[in-house]
Every structure is written in C-alpha cells, then in structure tokens.
C-alpha cells in the first residue's frame, strides 16, 4: 500500500505488540518477549532489510524494547488521529532525523526518505523506523488502518496494508471464519423469526416420540404415485373378494333352508 519501507516497519510493529501475553484467535497465548532470548527471537524473525541485528540483544536492550512496545500498544488503541496518539508518535520522533537515500526496491521511487537513529542501539533503531512509519500515516491521515482484531477472544494488533481498507482480522487463527458463522447465524434466526411472525403461527413444537402403531402406520404409508396406486389396486380387489365370498356364503345358507 504504502512503500517498502512504511509498510515492512508497520508489519513489525504489529509483531512487536502481539508478542505481549494475550488472547490470539480465542487462545492464550504467552509473553515471548521475556528473555533476551525472545528478543533475539523477534529481530531474527524480521524481514532482513530492516537490519535488525540479534547479536545486539541484552538485558538492557530487552527492556527497552519492552517499553517501546507498550508505547505501541497505546498508539494502536488510541484511534484515528486522536490527541493521545499524535502526542506518543511525536514521542518516538523525538532526536530522530531524516536522510534522502537512493532506494534499491523495484517499483519503488529512486530517493526516498529514511530515519536517522538517535543512536545504533537495537531499541533506538527500531523507534526510528517505528516512528517515521508512524508519521507517514499520520500526514496521509492513514491511522485508521492501525487496528485492533475484531474477533470475539482476540486482542491482536493488525495493520491494514489492503488498498480497500478490508482487512479486519489477524492471521493468528479463524478470527474470520468464525465471525463469518456467528453473522449467518444470527441472520438465519432473525430471518426465521420475521418469516414466523408474519405468518402468525407459532414455532414447531418438539416432537414426542411416535408410537409402535404410529410406526407400523408411518412404514405401510405409500411414498411415491406408484406406490399409492398400487396399493388402492389391492384394497379394490381385496374388498371385491370379499364381497364374493359373502354372496357365497349366504347363496349355501339359502340352499340349506
């Protein structure tokens, strides 16, 4: 959506956050960001033009990036343009510069602009390209793609980098599907209700269970034109038998007198 640069930087910035103890997809899943070897585990992770580098990780540096992903959090939670929000990217900006470099992605244009770190700690690398990402959406007036998952049980930070502003809900599991379901659901009864209270009849009562003669009534019902036919043709004939063989027997008593 945005260039390569914005959007690898807003990509990771949701990573950061939903590294923190949560609900992803209606699972619990754990802080991984507890360790240095967590943290180590993040950059790793991280597309390699962001040139984050995990031998850099240490206690100090984990921390750090601790408290540059609660200040994320809050950015996402804040809303579209709200004062809070400008306040805490403003915050990220602090001591970080731009430079025009020449860019080596295809499509993209030759000189872009690119962050100056305060420093080359891990931390102040990463807030600086957190930061200018953040302000590009900003002057774009973009913030409303930072969003929180819209699944039921599910805390997930998700950009969206569609062009439509469609994306609604985190890769981490179903979120999708099952709000898909429960929106059908709910559409069926509601459906199902109407359709009930315009006809004025009230919902089919539960059943109780048929009978033995109900049963022995329900196999001998014909089931097909066929079916009904055949069997109006044998109660015919079964009736005409015994007509005869009534005739019969009053024609022998007769003779008997």
């Known amino acids: 959506?945005?260039?390569?640069?914005?959007?690898?930087?807003?990509?990771?910035?949701?990573?950061?956050?939903?590294?923190?103890?949560?609900?992803?997809?209606?699972?619990?899943?754990?802080?991984?960001?507890?360790?240095?070897?967590?943290?180590?585990?993040?950059?790793?992770?991280?597309?390699?033009?962001?040139?984050?580098?995990?031998?850099?990780?240490?206690?100090?540096?984990?921390?750090?990036?601790?408290?540059?992903?609660?200040?994320?959090?809050?950015?996402?939670?804040?809303?579209?343009?709200?004062?809070?929000?400008?306040?805490?990217?403003?915050?990220?900006?602090?001591?970080?510069?731009?430079?025009?470099?020449?860019?080596?992605?295809?499509?993209?244009p030759e000189v872009v602009e690119s962050p100056i770190p305060v420093s080359s700690q891990t931390h102040h690398v990463m807030t600086a390209r957190f930061a200018a990402a953040l302000s590009h959406l900003v002057v774009a007036q973009e913030t409303r793609r930072l969003r929180i998952c819209r699944g039921e049980d599910c805390d997930a930070a998700i950009v969206d980098l569609t062009r439509n502003r469609s994306k609604l809900f985190c890769d981490f599991g179903n979120c999708a599907n099952r709000a898909h379901v429960r929106a059908y659901r709910a559409r069926r009864a509601a459906q199902q209700r109407a359709e009930e209270a315009g006809s004025g009849r009230r919902p089919p009562a539960q059943r109780s269970k048929p009978s033995a003669a109900e049963k022995a009534e329900e196999l001998s019902r014909p089931t097909s034109d066929s079916a009904v036919a055949a069997k109006e043709f044998r109660n015919r004939m079964r009736d005409e038998l015994m007509e005869t063989r009534q005739k019969k027997l009053e024609k022998e008593k007769d003779s008997k007198k």
């Open 1 to 108: 959506m945005f260039n390569a640069e914005v959007n690898r930087a807003l990509n990771a910035a949701a990573a950061l956050i939903n590294t923190a103890e949560g609900s992803r997809s209606a699972k619990h899943t754990p802080d991984t960001l507890e360790t240095v070897e967590g943290l180590a585990s993040f950059l790793e992770a991280q597309e390699p033009e962001l040139q984050w580098s995990a031998s850099a990780a240490d206690d100090d540096q984990l921390q750090k990036v601790r408290q540059l992903r609660s200040t994320l959090r809050r950015v996402w939670e804040a809303g579209p343009h709200a004062t809070d929000e400008l306040q805490l990217i403003n915050e990220l900006l602090e001591g970080v510069g731009t430079q025009l470099v020449r860019s080596a992605e295809a499509g993209e």
